[in-house]
């Protein structure tokens, strides 16, 4: 049995890993990151925990350091922040491109210039085309078994995920979290299935240049070109949006907890109008939300938990109907909207009936965000208001 | 992932003639001439210095003609001249 | 002197024919014995984008009889650092780690990893193979490129710097063997690997590899553009054991006996150099001319004859 802890979700992830059994860490220190790196080189050096745990020079080296470790038959983590995910961006083409099941922690935080260590969740949106699975988490407790479900994922898939939690909201507040122990964790999630083919030195090329269309083989059998391995890629990220689900089903058999997949909803029964955000933000949002019932306003919450791959159709499922839809988050894609608001209405756009639509940017770079402005603002779009916004900013 | 599908990760295995018949884009062909190279006191230097690994170490040398890139190393560091090249293919 | 001859090395070739690098290369012929020292045993080669790419094939074929890990530029000594750690963590015993970069991947992007992987003592060789220049993009300047020497980046004034003594660099690390060699000494190369391959931690291994299409000379010419190398002093080599420093092969020669060629010598042969100034000239024969007299007196010094 599990046991209630009062930790971090940087410890709720350190935590994690060590359940995962994770045989090679490598990390690079960055705020707000650090006690992730640092209680795990501690569980290593106490023996707590056997893996071996590389002190990299750089994040760049970081994730090129797992990538290879796992290529080479490991169960791997890692874990960054902001300006040390950017540094990583390189590799993490390179580390979905290889397929390799690594499951990184990414503790949310703006990114410079100017310098902010607060959080806001521009750096991984900006990571969200690298071809990785990407969760955003609302608290410790699903930190820790976001990360169990995505070594599960990752491996049953071969792409690597990123468990994405806010700074300083999540990663240094502490809060309640059972921590489930490792007998049950175990019943979960099988030992490192390693599928490396690094066995007696069987000569092999990993990752080769390769041709833009198939090629024959050694044996005249036609293989993949560059193209076919790209559709490859989506097609597995697609289709994992079902994995997600199943993962989610069989982790609430083993530990009585589900987190709803892909999206989680609140009081949207019977809701005329919706608020989407993702991470400790949605959760906010339900305080919003409760405000405006108190006001007898019909107003639900849908959290994006996966924001790659974009769970589409039940976006569109969830917000066709309703009169109205409010986006809040802290990220912006320069020249246009918020990400998230941007693919929702994409998704939105095969519906027969669409909702009113206006967005938000909030809280970047650790802007407190509180919730009567939130349910100001879905009151603003309730009463008509459309279109792109920015929260609380004084010009 | 079905281990009998399409392979998602990009592997290759190894065999010989990656980049076709190398032996193709000489523009000048190495020919032995067994009488200058004598078994006896043979030294092995073409074998030693060929980067493409395509002459025999066994006597009479022979070229691999079939991925011989022509580049001439052989006959230059022959020390009797017992290796020419010629022109063409 | 070399301990093996010709007659001794494994005639096992471990890259089959028919592969995509120049004809004459200087790299392909290092990396021929360099496989054939590190052989016994399993051999895991980790690459950065470079020649060394394109040499190990287009998928799905690879004319190398190894297992190599393809890695980003900049990433080669991490991606060895985890290639070690992860045979560590998966109880897989019993093979070699070895890096091979290209001078651009080890003077300028990689250094950074180059540097974290030996501060670690990560048991692994890296190899530089130094063509002095981006050869593989098309012959762009590095930092290993020597000064005088026109690239595709220095195309009119020529390289204005000396190159970088990377060696010294790698030396501040406190290796337990550093070694330099040549495809035109190639049974130095082969012991010098062979050595290395039972050295345990950090190992590296620069080798200069004549180009003939980057520095512009005949493909015929490569192994006498390395030995010119070595016989002007352009390239020593030498081996530092446990920091003990020893000339070997013909630098050894060259040290006992007998009188170095000129840089002018060296620098005639290649078309690269076709704008070098005499003063550059001069620069380069006395940048050459001290290196040599401190390696000269290093080695006298520790093989206890000075």
């Known amino acids: 049995m599990g046991q209630v802890e009062i930790i971090t979700a940087n410890t709720a992830a350190a935590f994690a890993a060590k359940l995962c059994r994770v045989q090679v860490i490598s990390a690079y220190p960055i705020t707000p990151q650090t006690p992730v790196t640092e209680e795990l080189a ?67 935080r703006g990114v410079g210039a100017p310098w902010t260590i607060l959080n806001d969740q521009q750096d991984t949106i900006s990571q969200r085309d690298t071809g990785w699975l990407q969760i955003y988490c609302r608290n410790s407790q699903e930190v820790l078994d976001t990360i169990i479900q995505g ?52 000569p092999m090329n990993v990752n080769p240049l390769i041709l833009s269309d198939p090629r024959l083989g050694p044996d005249d059998k036609l293989m993949p070109g560059y193209m076919e391995f790209r559709f490859m890629l989506q097609r597995d990220i697609l289709n994992s949006l079902q994995i997600i689900e199943s993962v989610d089903r069989e982790f609430s058999d083993v530990f009585g907890r589900s987190w709803g997949g ?124 459309t279109g792109h916004h920015w929260l609380d900013v004084r010009n | 992932m079905s281990e009998n599908s399409a392979p998602i990760k990009t592997i290759s295995k190894p065999a010989k003639g990656e980049a076709g018949k190398t032996g193709d884009w000489r523009s000048q062909t190495p020919r032995i001439d067994h009488q200058k190279c004598s078994q006896k006191d043979s030294c092995l230097l073409c074998w030693l210095y060929c980067p493409d690994g395509v002459i025999s170490s066994n006597f009479p040398l022979q070229i691999d003609l079939t991925y011989c890139k022509g580049c001439g190393i052989c006959a230059e560091e022959c020390p009797r001249k017992a290796i020419e090249m010629i022109d063409g293919r | 002197m070399a301990t093996t001859s010709v007659r001794q090395l494994p005639k096992t070739e471990l890259i089959m024919p028919g592969t995509r690098s120049c004809a004459g290369c200087g790299l392909m012929l290092t990396y021929r014995h360099a496989l054939k020292a590190l052989d016994e045993g399993k051999t895991i080669v980790a690459v950065p984008a470079s020649c060394m790419t394109v040499l190990h094939g287009v998928y799905p074929i690879t004319p190398v009889n190894v297992i190599c890990i393809n890695n980003p530029f900049a990433a080669t000594g991490a ?78 004034l020529a390289k204005l710097q000396q190159k970088k003594e990377m060696v010294k660099i790698v030396e501040a690390h406190n290796l337990p063997y550093i070694a330099t060699g040549s495809p035109s000494y190639p049974l130095d190369l082969f012991d010098k690997f062979k050595f290395a391959k039972n050295v345990e931690g950090s190992r590296y291994i620069e080798v200069h590899a004549p180009c003939p299409p980057g520095w512009g000379f005949p493909n015929r010419n490569l192994i006498k553009m390395g030995k010119l190398a070595v016989e002007s002093g352009i390239h020593v080599l030498f081996e530092i054991r446990d920091g003990k420093f020893s000339l070997t092969s013909r630098s050894l020669a060259l040290a006992n006996k007998g009188r170095k060629k000129t840089v002018s010598d060296y620098i005639k042969g290649q078309s690269r150099f076709r704008k070098i100034s005499p003063e550059q000239i001069s620069e380069l024969q006395a940048f050459t001319d001290k290196r040599w007299n401190e390696l000269l007196e290093r080695h006298f010094k520790d093989s206890g004859d000075a």
């Open chain 3, 79 to 156: 991606a060895a650092t985890g290639i070690v750690a992860g045979l560590k963590a998966t109880g897989k015993t019993g093979y070699t780690v070895v890096a091979f970069a290209g001078d651009g991947g080890t003077y300028d992007i990689g250094i950074q990893a180059l540097s974290g992987a030996f501060e670690r003592r990560v048991n692994f060789i890296y190899v530089c193979y130094d063509n002095e220049g981006y050869m593989n993009t098309g012959t762009q300047r590095s930092s290993a490129s020597p000064v005088g020497a026109i690239t595709s980046t220095t195309p009119i």
């Open chain 1, 151 to 202: 070594f599960r994922l990752a491996e049953q898939i071969q792409i690597p995920v990123m468990v994405c939690y806010d700074g300083f909201v999540l990663s240094h507040a502490s809060t309640p979290v059972d921590v489930p122990s490792q007998d049950e964790v175990d019943r979960f999630l099988p030992r490192f299935l390693d599928r490396s083919g690094i066995n007696g030195g069987t």
């Open chain 1, 42 to 108: 501690e569980m290593v050096e106490s023996g707590a925990l056997q893996a071996e745990y590389i002190t990299v020079e750089s994040e760049h080296s970081a994730l090129a350091s797992v990538v290879a470790a796992s290529q080479v038959g490991a169960r791997v983590f890692t874990a960054t922040s902001a300006n040390g995910l950017l540094y990583m961006h390189e590799m993490l083409h390179w580390a979905a491109g290889s397929r390799v099941p690594i499951v990184m922690a990414c503790v949310n």
């Open chain 1, 262 to 385: 892909s999206l989680w909803k609140y009081k949207m029964e019977d809701a005329d109008h919706a608020i989407v955000s993702m991470g400790s933000l949605a959760s906010e949002c339900t305080i919003a939300a409760d405000m405006l019932r108190d006001r007898g306003v019909k107003v639900g919450v849908v959290g994006v938990r996966v924001y790659r791959p974009f769970p589409a159709s039940q976006i569109s499922e969830y917000l066709s109907h309703l009169k109205t839809v409010t986006f809040f988050e802290k990220d912006v894609s320069y020249g246009f909207h918020g990400a998230v608001a941007m693919d929702a209405k994409a998704a939105l756009y095969e519906s027969a009936s669409r909702p009113s639509v206006s967005s938000y940017v909030v809280g970047l770079g650790g802007r407190d965000v509180r919730p009567e402005q939130l349910a100001e603002a879905t009151i603003n779009c309730i009463g008509g208001s």
